[in-house]
């Protein structure tokens, strides 16, 4: 009998054991499971150049424009990496205080694919226009997605905004400062007055020229998505190189000079009498703005920042 009690002791006794290993077993492949899920989670990201599969959330990433360096800053994200041509003063200064330390990576046309590997990114994000022929040897160093930046216009870089949002796995919170963003235009719109009649001519001016910005280019389109008509309606290209009869023809009412340098064409046709009878000489509607912030910079904060220059210039 008594056998036979120790014998029913033992059973219960290895059954309670057992019982508790399941248990325990179960608990830690749910918590790994779970944990693994998470961090493994993969997606396939449509670009220009295909499609790349991206796992998990990317940690180290190299941004090969500055639209993209915009589009992570709005995201909370410091790139590791830029191609900020070699000069930390391009990254413009509401951007440059929500981002910290980065390694440069050399110039957006032509960047260190050495510096770039060395960072050992899980992502890189770079430009259609410049480096689409360089898209296999940044492949190979990390998955890469190929996004309209250099000759987008500015809906373009809204939907280059919402891939990198979903490549970098914030598509939710994407969305949040999408409509932030969407909040803050419908406000800069309504500060511009119903009846403006007055055309826009955005152009970067340097001494090898008068490079004017049409109605499709970034600037242009983004002055226009409040109301600002653009000068140039027409033209293949979106970015012109244009001379002095050229614009006396165009005409515009408000020019906004991008300056490069410290003597531009603009400067030789102040003493010309052709200039003086541009409209917008002749109402002395020529801003002087920031060439980083309107020109090279396109994201959702430069574009906010690009309009409330040009809204204080014109109204204030």
């Known amino acids: ?138 492949s190979e160093i990390a998955p890469t997605i190929i996004l309209p930046s250099l000759a987008a216009d500015y809906q373009g870089i809204v939907d280059s905004f919402e891939t990198v949002a979903k490549a970098v796995g914030k598509e939710e919170e994407g969305q949040e400062v999408l409509e932030e963003h969407k909040s803050k235009m419908e406000e800069l719109r309504s500060q511009v007055p119903e009846d403006e009649s007055r055309t826009v001519l955005p152009a970067v001016v340097a001494d090898s020229g008068y490079f004017a ?36 023809e165009i005409d515009p009412d408000v020019m906004f000079h991008m300056v490069a340098g410290d003597q531009t064409v603009v400067d030789e046709w102040k003493e010309n009498d052709l200039y003086q009878q541009v409209s917008a000489v002749q109402e002395e509607q020529v801003y002087e703005v920031d060439r980083n912030m309107w020109s090279r910079f396109r994201g959702l904060i430069s574009s906010e920042q690009i309009l409330e220059d040009a809204i204080n210039h014109l109204y204030e």
């Open 1 to 138: 009998m008594k056998r036979y009690v120790a014998l029913l002791s033992m059973i219960a006794f290895v059954l309670f054991l057992a019982a508790c290993g399941s248990s325990n077993d179960n608990t830690s492949n749910d918590s790994g499971d779970d944990s693994s899920e998470e961090s493994e989670e993969s997606r396939k990201i449509e670009h220009e150049m295909g499609e790349t599969e991206i796992t998990g959330t990317p940690e180290n990433i190299v941004a090969l424009e500055f639209s993209f360096v915009d589009n992570l800053a709005s995201l909370g994200i410091t790139p590791a990496g830029i191609a900020d041509d070699e000069d930390s003063e391009r990254i413009i200064e509401p951007i440059r205080e929500k981002i910290g330390d980065y390694t440069s990576v050399g110039t957006r046309k032509q960047p260190s694919l050495e510096v770039i590997s060395s960072l050992q990114p899980d992502l890189i994000i770079a430009d259609y226009q410049r480096h689409q022929d360089i898209y296999d040897q940044l």
């Open 213 to 248: 910005h049409n109605f499709e280019s970034y600037t242009g389109s983004l002055l226009e998505s409040i109301g600002l008509e653009n000068a140039i309606q027409s033209g293949d290209a979106r970015y012109n190189k244009i001379n002095l009869e050229q614009i006396v």
